[in-house]
């Protein structure tokens, strides 16, 4: 919003791309090197950078309408014993179904935990969960794409095998009647699906922030409801929404994991000059605390993760 903007340069000197330019008093975003990372959003005085998302309304279009919760969505909630209070709540705000992606996520570390006993591989083994490492990789680090997990996200596997269960249990339903909308934690997910990746098109049509649904959410879960237990996922799948989640669930002690923008691109650095220890397996994930600081979340990252 530039007549927010004051031109002071501090999205500037914080863009790990240097896809930021000051033009004409203003800042100006040069889409070809953003990697959506979000880190103008958070250090922007003036609240002058916001990230575009879609709105719930868009999902009135389906016939079928089906949730995929981040797992960073349940640490939003102060004082929530059971998760199925987040699940049913959803089906009360309009959707039809919910399918947790922490359930996909355990899928996602069972088969890595595989992937990793292959011969051949080269490694370490850079996870390829989070859309922001994959483009900064592709940007400034190319020598090490072949280090990059084969393997979609935990969001695209919970779409898919959504809009699996849906047509199992509603024959009658066609492909364009069921929507898929995806609540995330970051603006990243949002352009992902937006741009799709290589030749791959995304299994989810619509992304929504956790902000936005959040107090929608809250008027919704009542302690007197009555609740369906809707959860199908355990700590495992839940634990990646904070940084380390996902390394620890390949049950492997060769591991690194960091987070917070700038570590990432220090960890990056050293992998690629060869100066770091033998390991099998590195996540990365761009915002502090893993996907508990993304920018569209609501609580404090480190409330969150606890």
Known sequence: DSNKCTGCTTCLRHCPTEAIRIRGG??????????????????????????????????????????LPAPTLYGQFDNLDDVDFVLDGLLRIGFDDVFEVSKAAELVSAYTRQYLKTDGIKTPVISSACPVIVRLIGLRFPSLNDNILHMLPPMEVAARLARERAKCSHPELRDEDIGVCFITPCPAKASYVKNGFADYKSQVDEVVSISDIYFLLISEMKQDNEIQSLSESGMIGIGWARSGGEATAIFNEDYLAADGIEN?????????????????FIELNACTGGCVGG????????????
């Open 26 to 67: 203003h800042a100006v975003i040069n889409q070809g090197r953003c990697i959506d990372c979000g880190e103008c959003i958070r250090v922007c005085p003036h609240k002058a950078k916001k990230a575009v998302c879609g709105k719930l309304d868009a999902m009135k279009r389906f016939k079928w309408k089906i949730a």
């Open 264 to 280: 990432v691109i220090h960890v990056l650095d050293q992998v690629e000059n060869g100066n770091i220890p033998a390991l099998k």
């Open 295 to 306: 920018v569209l979340t609501m609580q404090n990252p480190f409330i969150a993760k606890a």
